[in-house]
């Protein structure tokens, strides 16, 4: 698989400070009965700090958005951002890795989307400014 897109998510869960990855992993290989976690990445409140964790491989098509999986690429960031702000360091720490991933993979981005383009849904979060958070990928894209 060769990127084309990248879907933004939230895991509609509360983050904390303990690692909730594994459960959102587990939930999608035992309850959903899939290969493996849906998403490529996933942004998350570890100890004290926002760590980019790895879901599936980049080659691996993702589970993440009904009809649009054989050519993006999923992160999600844990929190629920219908309820809260996308906090200011996971927010960077996204604008870091999709920047980067955009530059590797040269997507536009034009083709960053939030799921709820695709799907009724709030996802990423009412609260997560998909257009803001665009425009700050494409200013470090040149830095």
Not at 18 to 23: E, F, K, L
Not at 87 to 109: A, H, N, Q
Request: net charge negative.
């Amino acid at each position: 698989m060769i990127p084309k897109q990248i879907i933004l998510h939230h895991s509609l869960t509360k983050d904390g400070t303990t690692v909730s990855w594994g459960a959102i992993r587990r939930y999608h290989i035992y309850t959903n009965k899939w290969e493996n976690i849906a998403y490529h990445f996933g942004l998350e409140l570890i100890g004290d700090y926002y760590e980019i964790l790895l879901g599936r491989m980049m080659y691996e098509m993702g589970a993440h958005t009904y009809g649009q999986n054989r050519d993006s690429l999923g992160i999600c960031f844990v929190g629920n951002y219908d309820l809260s702000e996308v906090p200011p360091e996971m927010w960077k720490r996204g604008i870091d890795l999709v920047s980067t991933l955009c530059r590797i993979f040269d997507i536009d981005t034009d083709n960053i989307h939030g799921h709820n383009e695709y799907a009724p849904k709030s996802c990423p979060g009412k609260n997560f400014n998909v257009q803001g958070f665009k425009a700050q990928v494409e200013e470090a894209k040149h830095l």
